[in-house]
């Protein structure tokens, strides 16, 4: 069987793929990209050792898997010039909102598993839910889990639909993280605080948070409780918040982000 892997598009999260491949041994010649732009082009050969396509051509038949890294708007246009040489290849997508009977019907394939990572998968931190479409056999799916395990973690959910959650959730999820550390950092930096300090301060916080959490067996309400002395600093911080109506807010703008994925998906799907 072949392995070559196919990838049209060669943004930020193909490459996170695409390294991980190449690091873990993959020959540069088995790994396709077909790539409009010029400069990304040249970083994926300057790279990886790549020798990207401008454009899909019946190199793309040797494909035993084709993952799709474009945005949802452009997948259309995308799809017609690779669709002839990939029908029977196993379809990856990593494009938020457009669904499988959308990318089966363009690729004219049956085998499709769609796929929602995170940025932190560029450094080998990311989690990526994927759902599987009816035809998806075990050995497809252990060739996804082989193909993501270099960006981070993988899950995998039963019902299509709750991709569109996975996305708002943990697919747009790091930009919440971010707004939370740079009003954190803006308000370290009014009280005097150097904005360096602030930064480190702010990020090793939430980082070690995290990792706190990962590993306790208590859920966050408890581990929050666990810091929230009655009458301390931090319980006048979370009672701020919780006047200020933030965690309404943040439900609000994951429910919003759920919302635009579906959108996505009925804007971006139609053949």
Not at 79 to 96: D, I, R
Not at 226 to 235: A, C, R
Request: hydrophobic fraction near 45%.
């Amino acid at each position: 069987m072949s392995s070559c892997i196919a990838f049209i598009g060669g943004g930020n999260m193909a490459s996170a793929i695409i390294g991980g491949l190449r690091r873990a041994g993959h020959a540069a010649g088995d790994l396709l990209v077909v790539e409009p732009f010029e400069a990304q082009r040249e970083r994926l050969a300057s790279d990886f050792g790549l020798r990207p396509l401008a454009e899909a051509d019946e190199s793309l038949t040797r494909a035993r898997a084709v993952v799709w890294a474009v945005k949802p708007q452009l997948f259309q246009e995308a799809a017609a010039p690779v669709a002839p040489h990939v029908g029977g290849a196993l379809q990856l997508s990593v494009m938020a909102g457009l669904r499988s009977d959308a990318i089966a019907r363009a690729t004219g394939a049956t085998r499709v598993v769609r796929g929602m990572p995170n940025t932190p998968a560029l450094i080998g931190q990311g989690i990526t839910g994927l759902h599987a479409s009816a035809a998806v056999t075990a050995e497809d799916r252990a060739l996804v889990a082989q193909l993501l395990e270099p960006t981070g973690r993988t899950v995998w959910v039963d019902a299509e639909a709750e991709l569109d959650t996975v996305t708002a959730l943990s697919g747009s999820g790091p930009a919440y993280f971010f707004f939370l550390v740079e009003h954190m950092v803006a308000a370290a930096c009014a009280l005097g605080l150097d904005e360096a300090k602030a930064r480190e301060l702010a990020l090793a916080t939430c980082g070690g948070a995290a990792a706190l959490a990962l590993q306790s067996q208590d859920s966050p309400t408890v581990l929050r409780e666990k810091v929230t002395s009655k009458g301390g600093t931090t319980h006048a911080a979370i009672s701020s918040l919780q006047a200020d109506g933030v965690g309404d807010a943040i439900e609000r703008a994951v429910k919003a982000a759920h919302r635009r994925a579906g959108e996505l998906g009925d804007e971006f799907g139609r053949a």
